[in-house]
């Protein structure tokens, strides 16, 4: 029996995911919650376990596709053998850490279709499908200009409607790969006006050539007396020449994300920006002191350890720093706890996952937790539910020798402290000119949340921490 795998929703509610590489191939025997495929979506790349045991029969993507939720990823030949139902425990343990907290939504079968396995935090495409959208863009497309050649018009599929209704309906960005679109680019030619063949409505490299033919085609019957530029017709031709000294990278994954996340800030929450510079050399001879302890070998403790440290005991004085505005409900949320977002930037991005209960940790477990979190985030392994619910963020900057900046809050915090780069650089101490350990520090905040004084006592608890380390032990 064959059984379709369709790409669940992996409790993100993002409409499409990237297939980074197979684990299987074709003909492959694999066992129930075998990991099949490694998937990218806009906040992490996601291990997808096998809902059943059996064998590979056909895999429906390839890697570098761009996969939307519902579609066929994968079939399974599973004559004779057992299929994963959907209490089975070890989907719901191989599920769970990639989309842990998240309510899936119920799945929406159509009547001619099985149900496939239904795993922990997984859930069906939205009832909506993506086509009529991108018709009512080729519509939207065909009357926005007077001057559109009608060969492209009448070559692009006929079941438009020229109506009100559908060019005042929602547009949506074609759904293609990263060659496709390079293609489409080289050869001039508008993926809205291009029909997907395939059930997925995907448009393949195998769409924009036929349709490039059928303009071609109508082109030199419609206007043959104009000397308009040949349309290549051979699959030689519609290879294009690249363009030179530029490139074009899709936006797509974490970066689209981040962008729309930090554009949302922007947007949303009124940002002040503060700065403090601090003598540091206490801090870093701390440091130094405990990097020569051999009991505490095998912990990488920094600078940034410890400025965390300084914010959890600093954010306990200045609650207004670790709230939250609840537009919805008109109120502000303080929080008792600290979930301490720290921004690691990656090959894939900017992700910034965060450390739960940070106020509780010590100095030595919040610089393991901050190791650990950073390899993770470089290695792309960060579960969804790893970058939710944060307080407060820290940035360290100061690792690419920038000496200060103005961060943009994380989406739902009140507060982002940028750590600039240490310098050894003369400075008054004890009334004399000395060389000391000097960095800057940035505090962006949301002014409907906290005001000016809140915010410069707060950066000024941060930076007494760090100038005289010993100030600890007097708070709590």
């Given at each position: 029996?064959i059984q379709?795998?369709r790409?669940p ?13 197979w ?16 998937v990218?979506?806009?906040k ?10 059996g ?11 761009i996969v939307?939720?519902?579609?066929v990823?994968?079939?399974f ?5 057992d ?6 425990p ?6 769970a ?11 929406a ?9 239904n ?9 909506s499908?993506g086509?009529?959208q991108r018709r009512?863009r080729?519509?939207?497309?065909r009357?926005?200009s007077h001057s559109a050649?009608t060969a492209?018009?009448?070559?692009a599929?006929?079941d ?11 547009l949506?960005?074609?759904?293609s790969?990263?060659?496709v679109?390079?293609?489409a680019k080289?050869l001039g ?9 395939g059930e ?5 490299r195998?769409d924009?050539?036929?349709?490039a033919?059928?303009v ?8 043959p ?13 519609l290879?294009g020449a690249?363009?030179e000294r530029?490139?074009r ?6 970066r689209?994300?981040?962008a ?7 947007f949303?929450?009124p940002?002040?920006t ?10 870093t ?6 990097k ?7 912990h ?16 306990a004085q ?6 939250r ?7 502000i949320?303080e929080?008792?706890?600290?979930n301490?977002?720290i ?15 940070a106020e509780?940790m010590t100095?030595?477990?919040l610089a393991?937790?901050i190791g650990?979190?950073a ?7 960060t579960?969804p ?5 944060g307080?407060?963020?820290i940035?360290n ?6 000496d200060a900046?103005?961060p ?11 750590l600039g780069a ?31 004084e809140?915010g410069?006592?707060f950066?000024?608890a ?8 010993g100030?600890?032990?007097l708070?709590?």
């Amino acid at each position: 029996m064959i059984q379709e795998f369709r790409l669940p929703d992996l409790g993100e509610g993002l409409p499409e995911a990237e297939l980074v590489q197979w684990m299987v191939a074709e003909g492959d025997t694999v066992t129930l919650n075998q990991t099949i495929a490694e998937v990218e979506t806009a906040k992490a790349v996601v291990e997808l376990p096998s809902p059943y045991a059996g064998v590979i029969s056909k895999l429906h993507a390839e890697a570098g596709d761009i996969v939307a939720v519902g579609s066929v990823l994968i079939a399974f030949d599973v004559e004779g053998m057992d299929a994963a139902s959907p209490a089975a425990p070890g989907a719901a343990d191989v599920a769970a850490p990639a989309a842990a907290h998240v309510a899936a939504p119920a799945a929406a079968e159509a009547p001619e279709e099985k149900a496939q396995p239904n795993l922990v935090g997984y859930g069906a495409a939205p009832a909506s499908a993506g086509r009529p959208q991108r018709r009512a863009r080729v519509a939207a497309a065909r009357v926005s200009s007077h001057s559109a050649d009608t060969a492209v018009l009448e070559a692009a599929p006929h079941d438009v409607l020229h109506t009100p209704e559908t060019i005042d309906a929602p547009l949506e960005r074609p759904r293609s790969t990263p060659p496709v679109r390079k293609l489409a680019k080289d050869l001039g030619i508008d993926l809205a006006l291009v029909e997907p063949t395939g059930e997925t409505g995907i448009i393949t490299r195998g769409d924009v050539e036929a349709y490039a033919e059928r303009v071609g085609a109508r082109a030199a019957k419609t206007a043959p007396e104009q000397a308009a530029e040949p349309v290549p017709t051979s699959p030689a031709a519609l290879s294009g020449a690249p363009r030179e000294r530029e490139r074009r990278i899709p936006i797509r994954s974490v970066r689209k994300h981040t962008a729309e996340a930090m554009v949302r800030s922007a947007f949303t929450a009124p940002h002040v920006t503060t700065f403090l510079t601090v003598d540091v050399t206490a801090t870093t001879e701390l440091i130094a002191s405990l990097k020569a302890d051999r009991s505490l070998e095998g912990h990488r403790i920094g600078i940034l350890a410890v400025a965390a440290k300084a914010v959890c005991l600093a954010l306990a004085q200045t609650p207004e720093l670790n709230s939250r505005w609840d537009e919805e409900h008109g109120e502000i949320v303080e929080f008792d706890y600290v979930n301490l977002g720290i921004a690691a930037a990656t090959q894939r991005g900017l992700v910034v996952p965060n450390i739960r209960d940070a106020e509780t940790m010590t100095l030595v477990e919040l610089a393991d937790a901050i190791g650990a979190l950073a390899e993770t985030a470089r290695s792309g392994k960060t579960a969804p539910a790893g970058m939710m619910g944060g307080t407060f963020s820290i940035t360290n900057v100061g690792v690419f020798g920038v000496d200060a900046g103005t961060p943009i809050l994380n989406p739902g915090e009140a507060g982002i402290l940028a750590l600039g780069a240490v310098r050894r650089q003369p400075w008054e101490h004890r009334g004399e000119i000395a060389l000391r350990d000097v960095m800057t520090l940035a505090l962006s905040f949301d002014h409907r949340l906290v005001d000016g004084e809140q915010g410069s006592r707060f950066l000024a608890a941060v930076g007494g921490i760090l100038r005289e380390p010993g100030r600890a032990m007097l708070m709590r």
